[in-house]
């Protein structure tokens, strides 16, 4: 069994911990947390299992990778502090560890990867013999996998369109959600996720990355973004109210252009209230979905739902990320060391873990 690390133990990190235990390729030997509040408490209770696994969580990183893990799952956030994730990163490559993460949006496409991120990662390839690989949902299988694996059942392509239209109040980030989205805030607020060319540095990657698996050479990349207001002030359970006037929902594409034409495209429908902007597309129900349409013949449309933790559609979400990643451990560990993305890393059947669930 392979020892396995899981960094963190907020929304991606508790799914981590339940997928470890599930994994039977993996034992999990330490769980690395930020809040001394934490430390010294069973993993178990941290993920919700509502049993002990008899591992206690610590915040002393030397030693956990000292210890030479085999892997780490790195849970910990990228968003606002990405020079810090990478440092934490590329510190587990150096002690031998395969790391899998969905914290670094530009390693996802790691071919087109900026310099200043990349170059860490293969020193720390070459120093230590460990291996990186980047991925989650949208960013992530929602937009390579999924959508590459539909494609091939068509006759002819002409469109693929790869969707995320989610309700943000069970996101359970506030800071996120109210800062970097800008919901709840006055509507000539300018969020920071969605200034120019911010969208395309998250999912330019993977329009690359669908290229490139379709033989396609893209022109360039474009951008739409569109935001409204709430039309009257709204309660959610987890954030608190958002008051009438304030954005309620965005929408934004990033756009393929090949051949001219817009042929790849990453659209985002997001609202804090299913009473905003109704007039976009909405999911089947009010929670959440991810869903790809191949515009065609035949027209395929295949959406997906997932929940976990008390039905919660952002818990299915980060669940996915999750299985994408740790189900890929034992591949990486089998492969040579390197930097790996989506379309290097496969995605297998659930080998050997039919009926074993970690609850």
């Not at 973004?225 to 009257?232: G, I, K, N």
Request: net charge negative.
């Amino acid at each position: 069994m392979i020892a396995t690390v899981v960094w963190g133990t907020g929304n991606v990190g508790r799914a981590a911990i339940r997928a470890v235990e599930a994994n039977p390729a993996l034992k999990l030997v330490a769980v690395l947390v930020h809040d001394p509040a934490k430390v010294g408490r069973d993993a178990g209770p941290l993920a919700g299992l509502g049993h002990e696994l008899g591992v206690a969580a610590t915040d002393d990183v030397e030693t956990v990778l000292a210890a030479s893990p085999g892997a780490v799952v790195y849970a910990a956030s990228g968003d606002i502090r990405p020079m810090e994730a990478l440092a934490d990163i590329t510190a587990a490559i150096k002690a031998g560890a395969v790391v899998v993460t969905p914290s670094l949006y530009p390693l996802y496409d790691q071919r087109n990867a900026p310099a200043e991120l990349r170059d860490p990662v293969l020193a720390a390839v070459k120093e230590g013999g460990g291996s990186l690989f980047v991925s989650g949902v949208d960013p992530g299988w929602g937009n390579d996998v999924l959508p590459l694996l539909v494609s091939g059942l068509g006759t002819t392509v002409d469109v693929i369109r790869c969707q995320e239209i989610f309700d943000y109040s069970t996101y359970e980030q506030p800071d996120s959600v109210r800062y970097l989205v800008g919901m709840g805030q006055p509507m000539d607020y300018a969020p920071p996720m969605l200034a120019p060319m911010v969208p395309t540095m998250v999912w330019g990657g993977q329009i690359r990355l669908m290229a490139r698996a379709l033989g396609a050479e893209i022109d360039e990349i474009r951008e739409t973004v569109d935001r409204r207001p709430l039309e009257t002030t709204v309660g959610t359970r987890t954030m608190g109210e958002f008051e009438a006037g304030t954005q309620g929902a965005v929408r934004f594409e990033v756009i393929g252009i090949v051949g001219g034409e817009p042929r790849i495209v990453v659209e985002h429908v997001t609202r804090i209230h299913p009473s905003c902007a109704t007039d976009w597309p909405m999911p089947p129900n009010s929670a959440g979905a991810h869903r790809v349409i191949i515009e065609g013949r035949p027209r395929i449309e295949v959406t997906i739902e997932a929940t976990d933790e008390g039905e919660n559609r952002s818990a299915g979400g980060n669940a996915t990320a999750v299985g994408r990643l740790v189900n890929a451990i034992d591949w990486l560990v089998e492969a040579e060391p390197g930097l790996y993305d989506a379309l290097d890393v496969p995605l297998r059947p659930a080998i050997g873990k039919l009926g074993k669930v970690a609850r």
